[in-house]
């Protein structure tokens, strides 16, 4: 393998741009030599700032087959079937989230992944969110002595989103649920990294969006979750389009005090403890979207052959069976396992 990757764009839309951005930042490891969506527009815009091979189909780009790794942004149904195509034509893969829409179809990538024996990391870029970093090494330092509990509080508003309601990010069918599968989905990974395993979660959800989207995609959900060592947390998620205060995403509690992740995407952790106790705001603030680069770099890397990927396949589809045990737990109204997946 040679000393950069060549790298193919698969959905050149929302998301990608973050994406394009951290390539950039990625010191010419990775140069993008193709881009695929089925809107010409968006390609011939990635085309013309990479000079990058335009295709209308994955199927397509895969025959032409000049790239080492592909970069998979597509809405969440699409992502098994492109996934698998991926690996079989021996390429690394890096998938945004959810791996997919079920535990079947994860099964069958995670399969796919193995076989293939190439690199293949979900895109949870929640695990490089330099707030959430720094959180966890003040956490491993006892900042806030034993953390015994945590809230994460995902939220969307016209103050911080552009919605774009009739977009496929709030249909049920393509997304595979509601708010729980899409963005809010990223708030799991945190709590994850500071308080261990998640072991059985009990949720409630609503739709105050109902005369907006569809009835049966939930736009709010409230969970608790139990770990496996006995920490507890709870977990909501809200996308309104009416004015919301300014709530932080994250609070972590300790023996010794408290960490707080700012709201709004741009970020910023307060540490609270008897030595800050009207809080230490660390500096610089970096924000949600600083987490890209980062991610990126671990994916070019690990395609390099220069270390092997900080977290498995396996441990990724976590934050899905999560997800999907809160939703077995609105109609068993009852504490769901969230088991783990089980491959040999
Ligand atoms: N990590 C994050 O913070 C974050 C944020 C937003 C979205 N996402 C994820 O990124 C992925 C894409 O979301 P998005 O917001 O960019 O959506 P988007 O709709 O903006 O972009 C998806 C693109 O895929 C293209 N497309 C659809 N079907 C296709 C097909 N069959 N072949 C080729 N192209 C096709 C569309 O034309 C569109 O350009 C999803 O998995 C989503 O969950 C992650």
Redesign the pocket.
């Known amino acids: 393998m040679s000393k950069s990757i060549r790298l193919a764009l698969?959905?050149?839309?929302?998301?990608?741009q973050?994406h394009y951005n951290a390539i950039l930042k990625c010191n010419g490891l990775a140069k993008v030599t193709a881009v695929?969506?089925?809107?010409d527009e968006?390609t011939a815009d990635y085309s013309s700032k990479t000079g990058a091979k335009a295709?209308?189909?994955?199927k397509d780009a895969l025959t032409w087959g000049e790239f080492d790794a592909v970069d998979?942004?597509?809405?969440?149904h699409?992502?098994e079937e492109?996934a698998v195509e991926c690996l079989e034509a021996g390429k690394h893969v890096l998938?945004?989230?959810?791996m997919a829409v079920s535990l079947a179809a994860c099964r069958n990538v995670l399969a796919a992944a193995k076989r293939s024996g190439k690199v293949f990391m979900v895109?949870?870029?929640?695990q490089y969110w330099p707030e959430v970093v720094k959180a966890k090494q003040l956490i491993e330092e006892e900042a806030i002595g034993d953390v015994y509990y945590a809230k994460a509080h995902y939220w969307e508003s016209p103050a911080i989103t552009d919605f774009d309601f009739d977009?496929?990010?709030y249909d049920p069918a393509q997304?595979g649920g509601g708010l729980l599968?899409?963005?809010s989905c990223?708030w799991i990974r945190p709590l994850r990294m500071w308080l261990g395993e998640i072991e059985e979660v009990i949720g409630i959800t609503g739709n105050p969006l109902a005369h907006r989207i569809a009835a049966n995609y939930e736009t709010l959900a409230d969970a608790l979750l139990r770990f496996k060592n006995g920490k507890t947390a709870s977990f909501t998620a809200l996308i309104i389009d009416t004015t919301l205060s300014n709530q932080p995403y994250f609070r972590i509690f300790g023996s010794k005090g408290e960490i707080t992740i700012g709201g709004t995407f741009k970020g910023g952790l307060t540490l609270y403890n008897d030595e800050f106790p009207d809080g230490k705001a660390f500096e610089p603030v970096h924000g949600?979207?600083a987490?890209?680069p980062f991610?990126m770099m671990e994916f070019v890397q690990c395609v390099l052959g220069e270390k092997v990927p900080d977290v498995s396949p396996e441990y990724a589809v976590g934050e899905p069976m999560i997800m999907w045990a809160i939703y077995r737990s609105l109609s068993s109204k009852k504490w769901e396992a969230v088991g783990c997946v089980d491959m040999d």
């Open positions: 698969v959905g050149c839309g929302y998301i990608a973050h695929v969506d089925v809107n968006r295709f209308k189909s994955l998979i942004m597509l809405p969440h699409l992502h492109a998938l945004e989230k959810p895109c949870e870029n929640a977009s496929w990010q997304v599968m899409a963005g990223h949600y979207f987490s890209f991610t």
